[in-house]
């Protein structure tokens, strides 16, 4: 047996009839059933939430050229993922933001030892 979709009886802000099925139960279709205003309310809620877009912590109009720069951007992105709905891409993002962190210590750290070696260096050069 098949059974036929019953048309919404509401009609559009043009007049004309909606286009749309009734939903079970009753004579209109999700939008214009006047028993699920709160339901469209929640939905258009929640659509707005997965859509709005995280404010975003800072500018940046640096260009990198230090490791510095680059901590400093780093931590705009952090400050920028953790405003975002807590999600397992969320989750992703801010471990490789962690996984970036460290090595960015860690190169600044060479870098500094590496500058204190050449400065040792250079001052134990024979002079002419
Ligand atoms: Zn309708």
Redesign the pocket.
Known sequence: MQTMAKP???KTKNGKR???Y?VAGSD??F???PARARERAAARKRGGMAQAIPKVAGEWTKKIESIGDLIELLNLVILDTWQQENTAARSRALLAAIDTGAKCLTAGEFEARLAALETILKNREVKP
Do not use: S
């Open positions: 919404c009886k509401a909606c286009g749309g009734a209109f279709c939008t214009h059933d």
